[in-house]
């Protein structure tokens, strides 16, 4: 009884498991095969990848790395870099230098207020581009950053504070007031407490502020796509999709080069962090 | 003790002491966030359904007083209605199929095995990418050409001369419009299935483990647990992820501007991509703002259902 | 040294009840002053408010005769010890302790001597370059301690500081507290809700329910002479019992209560005590007699070295000396001078 009971489990799990497995397989398939078949493109040679009948997913041809040194040497594709890192890092600074005292504020000062406050700034973060890009093209235009990276700079915090506020809220609950009430019993004024207590303890959530108000700024397209229309302003997501597309000149191994350089980094950054990412989208509605 | 003789007079103490006030720093420390809204987010919002009501181009930036005028125009336009169906088709089908297919895999994921951290990561990737460039990885996985999939589909001889899907030697993914209608769709949900995925994992982790030993205990199997147990557990926070991908996928533009820019013939235009073509290519600013606007009431229905769901989650 | 004091000092959380609600209090030089009250009852919100950590809604406090309402905490001049001992989780213990005496821009050389000092005073010299964490609770009250002293505060505040010890290991922290506030001799506001740290720590006591002050003075006069049922009823484990007579409620201590014949020897009017055993705990170094007085609930507490029957069910005739009878009145709850 016992041993074809057990069995008959054994034959269970087996089944389980290997749903499971078909299950994950599919899924990372579903997921993955566009970055495949870019990456797969990126070291094909033309010959071997505009031939119609030959196996995509093989190399017929020896693999070439003569795609990216296009990419780097015959396009602006290093202008663009450059333009998204100047563009991030002053977004970055924007975002940390607004979202430290604002979410601080919300946490430790503004009472009862606080957390609906809080909620009210996170939902800032769904107004979305697609409704605001025209008259911020018009605002743009009116401040002379016209056609200029400056022009991101000052619109991309519109949507890095209010995501990075929630979510350095989150933070911020997890201190204990003690420490810095210590602090200014210790000696010191409130913001020295801050800057001395809150700050220091804080910097793996400001970290967190960091890396997102950096994907963030990467992932934006709409106003990079509004502001900026010549080549030397664009950020890497609107120069890929309107630089290296023009007419009917494709460069599909450089453009998928141009892509996968961006993406693997950013999905490498956003899997260490993501944890608190989530914390920030469930509204608090998982306890962690 | 040598401090309590040099006591300042009460004035300058009151100064000195001023940023120690919590209702006089926490206003100041909240202030540039919220100027940097009000300024770049409530004003330009506001621009925005001026722009609407109002005749301004790019070429004429006087903003004249027109009334709905803009908003009738708009919605007698042949195109708004093929974006307005297809920004909820794309929408409502998207998340229907991110709902029921995030659950799915929140269940597989939550369960041990080998290579669960690559299969994670692999799945995060449609959603840690930049949309631009994911997009621009689907145009070429889609191409009327060299699509690998068109390829798959010969070598199983189901595309080419007598076979089902036709005589010709490819699909034409991004030239037809259903089938491009299709490829949209399954960019949104490949797009936002990850981060429903992740969000719903975490409800499934935070179900207390007391709950789930008792409901093993008590005799419960697979089914009985998902239905009694996982998924009423679950529903709020499924609520939540599902807000999300609407809120993304609705405002979307980047997806059909990179795969089909609206074509072909309008058949995949939706409302955002529509506003950028009449408002910034077109140079038509108070058309494009008008389009944009019919975004406005469901943004509104859904900050709404997001604020009940916080205060839900708040008092329990 | 200071002498602290507040004046008609209220503390309003929102709309209703008044956390601490017109409390005057005023401590002497180098006391060890102990407020003791149940949780919720507004004591650590009254320490705060001495701390400068929370703003009075109304009245004045005082530090060493200045009123210092309006003062920030650092212009106090005090040190405070919570209960989360908030030792700086990024600091080595050195700089913990240091820290107060960053702020007060103490020299180097200076600083270093003090922490010397004061680490050796608590006895955590070889602590010094460890991270809090690796600290067991008793070492991290004691750097909390030392870091207290550092500054040489006009005053500490002390805020459940040994709620975090387990039983053991809180005996001995007591007696150390104890001894090291004698040493310094600085004013000490101590708050707990625990009445053997009260009774055993505190120069005077300052009983405090619902945002007031019921009653101030030393242990012996707080358990001896309570000034109402809350006191009487809040000391004391088990506490006074409470039996209603004549429109009063007569209170006595479990440990008065006696056969009659063993205190007729004891110089001093009886009072006559009919008292029905119900039930019986034996603890062993003592016996607790559950019973009824009147119809009301009352215990008995006896030495185990005394055998005194009381089997339950059984009705005995025990009394009480006059002397240790406190009459309340029934309505107020407050106590009525005279004899029973």
Known sequence: MAGTGTALVGVKRAGARGIIYALATFFALFAALPFAWMIITVFKQNTDLYTRTNNPFLFNEPPTLGNIDLLVTQTKYLTFVGNTLLVAAAVVLITVVATVPAAYSLTRLAGRWGESLGIGIFLVYLVPPTLLFIPLSRIVADVGLNNSRWSMVLVYPTFTIPFCTWLLMGFFKSIPWDIEEQAMIDGYSRLGAIWRTVIPISVPGILTVVVFAFALTLHEFVYALAFVSSSAGKTISVGVTTELIRGDVFFWQALMAAAVIVAIPIALLYNLFLDRFIAGFTLGAVKG | MSTIAATPPPETRERRYLLDREGVLGPLMLLPAVVYIIALVGFPLGLAIAYSLSDVTIGDQGLDWVGFRNFVDVAKNGTFQKALRNTFLFTLASQVLVLTLANILALVLSSDFKGKRLVRFLILLPWTTPIALGAIGWLWLLDSVYSPIDWVLRQVNLLGPGTIFGPRGNMYWTAKADLAQLSVLLIHTWRTLPLATVILLAGLTAIPQDVKDAANVDGAGFWRQLIYIRIPLLLPIMAVATLFGMVFTFTDMTVVYVLTRGGPIDNTQVLASWAYFKGIEGGNLAQGAAIAMFLFPVLVGVAVLMLRMARRTETT | ?340
């Not at chain 3, 003791?36 to 701390?51: A, D, E, Q, V």
């Not at chain 3, 240091?98 to 600083?111: C, I, N």
């Not at chain 3, 000391?235 to 014949?261: K, T």
């Not at chain 3, 110089?267 to 062993?284: N, Q, S």
Request: charged share 25%.
């Open chain 3, 1 to 340: 040294m200071a002498v602290v004091e507040t004046r008609g000092l209220v503390k309003q959380f929102g709309e209703g009840a008044a956390a601490v609600d017109g409390i005057d209090l005023a401590s002497a030089d180098g006391e060890f002053l102990v407020l003791l009250g149940p949780s919720g009852c507004g004591k650590t919100t009254l320490l705060r408010m001495i701390g400068g950590l929370e703003p009075p809604t109304a009245g004045d406090v005082l530090i060493g005769g200045r009123v210092v309402t309006n003062l920030p905490p650092r212009a106090r001049q005090i040190a405070m010890v919570f209960q989360s001992y908030a030792l700086y989780p990024h600091m080595s213990v050195a700089n913990n302790i240091a820290f107060p005496l960053k702020a007060a821009k103490v020299p180097k050389a200076e600083q270093e001597k003090k922490v010397a000092w004061a680490a050796g005073i608590l006895g955590i010299e070889g602590l010094l370059d460890r991270r809090p964490r690796q600290l067991s609770g008793g070492q991290r009250q004691r750097v909390a301690l030392a870091r207290a002293l550092v500054r040489e505060p006009n005053v500490f505040l002390l805020d459940e500081p040994l709620s975090n010890l387990d039983a053991q290991r809180r005996a001995s922290a007591r007696d150390e507290l104890q001894g090291f506030q004698r040493r310094v001799g600085t004013t000490t506001i101590y708050v707990t809700h625990d009445q053997v740290e009260a009774m055993g720590m505190g120069d005077r006591i300052a009983v405090i329910n619902q945002g007031r002050i019921r009653q101030l003075g030393t242990p012996r006069e707080i358990y001896d002479d309570p000034a109402d049922t809350f006191v009487a009823t809040f000391l004391g484990s088990p506490p006074m019992n409470l039996i209603p007579r004549n429109g009063h409620l007569l209170g006595f201590r479990p440990e008065h209560v006696a056969p009659r014949q063993m205190l007729e020897g004891a110089g001093g009017d009886l009072v006559p005590i009919h008292f029905l055993a119900t039930r019986e705990e034996y603890l062993g170094a003592e016996r607790l007699v559950y019973g009824e007085v009147e119809g009301a609930k009352a215990v008995a507490r006896f030495p185990s070295t005394v055998d005194v029957p009381a089997e339950p069910g059984r009705g005995y005739e025990f009394a009480v000396l006059a002397r240790d009878l406190k009459r309340f009145d029934a309505a107020t709850g407050l106590r009525v001078a005279g004899p029973a």
